[in-house]
């Protein structure tokens, strides 16, 4: 049988680079990689974690998911040399931080460029040839924010929420051609993605410290911000997990005969945010929950209205 073409995009590194490895590495051989990128001036740490399976089982491509044209090229070539696309992971994010009021619309933009109309222009690129071949697989990265939001990734958290929507939308119309659409919804993740949020952040993201007072905004909200940006510092190293490991958990969704549309990767968020999210559907539990999370009731310094 002949491997199973697999493009996936954002693969400099983290999941995505970690993803593309694994599949690669594949000891029966069941994959043929497209290892795709932006930047392929940053394609030097895939190359050298792919080692022999380059140019055999891996292969390294340019493709920009904010460019119509660039997947269009892209697409053009996969389907004339490889006769389609079997599986497509959409893994390729941007992440953002702050305070709500002073994201600009150039920022927002950015985001949702690649994390959400980047995810529908590689679905809409692949879905007529799958729907051809009455077989296929989606899987789009998602996140635990997309379950639930989380204060100041504001319009991160709704990205991924776009995200899990559209997912939820297609799946059921796709099944009907044995297409398969799974979201994977990691949450803290050891990889570039955190350091590379402070690129595009406005409340001075960063976990190994107090977050400095931003003279145009509010006081309580200032002090919000300084208290949840150092309980993740402290809470996030405990619940960590690698992009290895969330790459474990797409090779199960692939080689699954009945792929789930929702894969939480972590055990601790599942039993949690997860568990809550979908129990309460008033909502009210989400709310209450990341306060308490948060500690912001018992801090005297926070005036938390009640």
Request: negative net charge; hydrophobic residues 40%; contains cysteine.
């Amino acid at each position: 049988m002949a491997p199973k073409v697999v493009v996936i995009t954002g693969c400099s590194s983290g999941i995505g680079l970690d993803t593309a490895v694994l599949l690669a590495s594949d000891k029966d051989n069941r994959f043929k990689v497209f290892a795709t990128m932006r930047n392929l001036a940053k394609k030097d740490q895939l190359q050298s974690a792919a080692g022999s399976t380059l140019d055999k089982t891996l292969f390294i491509g340019q493709l920009d998911v904010t460019d119509e044209e660039s997947i269009k090229v892209f697409m053009d070539k996969i389907n004339k040399e490889e006769g389609g696309v079997d599986i497509l992971i959409n893994n390729a994010g941007i992440g953002q931080a702050g305070i709500m009021e002073k994201v600009t619309e150039s920022q927002m933009k950015t985001v949702y460029e690649t994390n959400v109309f980047g995810v529908i222009r590689m679905t809409q690129a692949v879905t007529p040839g799958m729907k051809t071949k009455q077989s296929g697989h989606i899987i789009n990265v998602s996140s635990t924010a997309g379950l639930s939001g989380g204060p100041f990734f504001d319009i991160y958290n709704s990205s991924k929420f776009a995200v899990e929507g559209f997912s939820e939308s297609i799946a059921p119309v796709l099944k009907q051609f044995n297409i398969s659409v799974s979201v994977i919804e990691p949450g803290p993740v050891q990889t570039a993605f955190l350091d590379n949020i402070g690129a595009n952040n406005t409340g001075y993201f960063q976990l190994d410290g107090d977050a400095p007072i931003d003279s145009d905004v509010d006081e309580l909200t200032n002090k919000l911000l300084k208290a949840t940006f150092n309980m993740m510092g402290e809470l996030i190293p405990s619940i960590r997990q690698t992009g290895a490991e969330i790459a474990q958990v797409i090779q199960e969704a692939i080689l699954s005969d009945k792929p789930h549309l929702h894969y939480v990767t972590s055990e601790v968020i599942e039993k949690s945010l997860a568990a809550t999210k979908f129990i309460d559907v008033t909502g009210d539990c989400i709310v209450e929950g990341i306060i308490q999370e948060q500690h912001w009731d018992e801090d005297p310094s926070i005036s938390v209205k009640k």
